[in-house]
């Protein structure tokens, strides 16, 4: 008799004995608390005669497919195991009906996971303690609770959350994360202002060019449309794509100003590529007249950094684009207001830090009227890595925080992956603190709506993390 559905360690504990007795699974009768008592007990006395040995796989999958709500469940599990510990190979004969049947209930199990991370919303409950507190309702397929808790847990960290499900629930309060009962939708408010907000973006990164209702269907599958905020707003954005998209193509890239020679050729020379300039404006100014490597050669004019002289924290990109290339500031197109939005989410003024890149020149391929973003060689970062530093000497930040693989190596000075590096605190030398993140230009080239939004709040969590330290 199994008192709670779906635990683990329950089901572990009386299948070891099991196992251990010698028990054939046709001799045993699997039941929930719910289905009543049993005719023998509650549990059948099994001699222990020793520990079974599994592979570590099949503990995994059976730790997530006990979740399913097949009543059979338990005791398909307990048959698997018990083959399992006399067939070592047994996972491996994939046309084997209990092998089938548990690879398409661990698949079943880790699409509802996947689902649950992606749709649960948060409503706001207030503050207490200088912390959030937020509830969220959702109703998984399976029990899966159990299961999606630490993810929550790890991407939300710094606030209080309950996530309420039919069958149990999840309260991280005070770093401690507890479960209970389950609950109904009416123990979480309907909407709060957070859903405006989230709305707003929703609607911001819905690209109608690459709309496909039935893919879309099949990974928002409607059930769950009444849970998300978003979804009031679907039908009058698929109603309105094919006019945005006829915008789209409007709308071109504008081209290099032609005037960019004449500009060069006025400018004068004040400054040499050496250490004469005494100030950052100096500093731009001498970026503008750069010719250390071809980028210049078809760049409108180079793009300083831009901030205090004195700013705690220094936020470097890759490139200019095209819209920085012609207004000569950084972070001036789609990407740098994303990323103004992002900063005003973690709490940081853009006026008070320092933005700039590791390459000062916007590196492009004509494509008839539009100039395509090229990403810069090694050998150009490293050639502009000069000019980073000069930054770098004038600015001494505390915190440097990198958008995107280009500018990690531009500030290290050897390539490094964004995933090996992220999520921790880096020394550099001079006194300053390193965190890499990705550039915001990556969300909103990622077609997944999903892993867009899941992106986005970790790398807000990443700016946040930046400005807590360097507080």
């Not at 939300?156 to 149990?168: H, K, L, N, Q, S």
């Not at 269907?217 to 998209?245: C, S, T």
């Not at 320092?354 to 494509?367: G, Y």
């Amino acid at each position: 008799m199994l008192q709670a559905p779906g635990d683990f360690a329950e089901w572990r504990r009386a299948a070891r004995g099991l196992l251990a007795g010698g028990v054939p699974p046709d001799e045993v009768s699997w039941r929930g608390s719910e289905d009543g008592a049993s005719l023998f007990g509650d549990a059948a006395g099994a001699t222990r005669q020793g520990a079974a040995s599994l592979p570590r796989e099949l503990v995994e999958i059976a730790e997530r497919v006990i979740c399913h709500r097949d009543p059979e469940v338990p005791a398909r599990l307990y048959r698997i195991i018990w083959r399992a510990a006399r067939d070592r190979q047994l996972l491996a004969r994939t046309t084997d009906r209990d092998v089938d049947w548990l690879r398409g209930a661990d698949k079943a199990i880790r699409r509802d996971v996947h689902k649950m991370h992606a749709f649960v919303r948060f409503r706001r409950l207030g503050g207490e303690a200088g912390r959030e507190r937020f509830a969220a309702w959702f109703e998984p397929t399976h029990r899966i609770l159990r299961l999606t808790a630490p993810f929550f847990q790890r991407r939300f960290y710094g606030m209080d959350w309950a996530i309420v499900t039919p069958d149990a629930r999840a309260i991280w309060h005070d770093e401690t994360l507890a479960y209970g009962p389950g609950g109904m939708k009416q123990d979480v408010p309907d909407s709060d202002v957070v859903e405006d907000q989230w709305r707003t973006y929703y609607g911001a990164i819905f690209n109608p060019a690459r709309v496909k209702i039935d893919a879309m269907r099949a990974e928002m599958p409607k059930k769950y449309w009444h849970n998300l905020p978003e979804a009031q707003d679907i039908a009058p954005l698929l109603a309105g794509a094919e006019a945005r998209v006829e915008r789209m193509r409007e709308a071109a890239v504008s081209l290099a100003n032609p005037l960019t020679d004449k500009w060069r050729t006025r400018v004068p020379d004040e400054l040499a590529l050496d250490d004469d300039a005494k100030t950052l404006g100096e500093l731009a100014r001498a970026v503008d007249r750069c010719t250390r490597c071809p980028l210049y050669c078809n760049a409108t004019q180079g793009v300083a950094g831009e901030g205090p002289e004195r700013a705690r924290i220094m936020l470097v990109g890759e490139q200019p684009g095209d819209q920085e290339d012609l207004q000569g500031r950084p972070f001036v197109g789609p990407a740098g207001q994303l990323l103004s939005e992002a900063l005003e989410e973690a709490g940081l003024d853009r006026a008070r830090l320092f933005l700039t890149n590791a390459v000062k020149h916007f590196k492009f391929e004509p494509r008839g009227k539009r100039r395509l973003h090229q990403n810069p060689t090694t050998g150009e970062i490293d050639i502009c890595r000069w000019w980073l530093d000069k930054e770098r000497a004038f600015v001494q930040p505390d915190m440097i925080v990198t958008l995107g693989a280009s500018a990690l190596r531009g500030v290290m000075g050897k390539s490094a992956s964004i995933k090996s590096m992220r999520g921790a605190v880096h020394e550099l030398e001079g006194g300053s603190k390193l965190i890499a993140t990705i550039h915001p230009s990556f969300l909103l080239r990622l077609p997944d709506r999903e892993r867009a939004a899941e992106e986005r709040v970790m790398f807000v969590a990443d700016l946040i993390r930046a400005r807590k330290l360097a507080a």
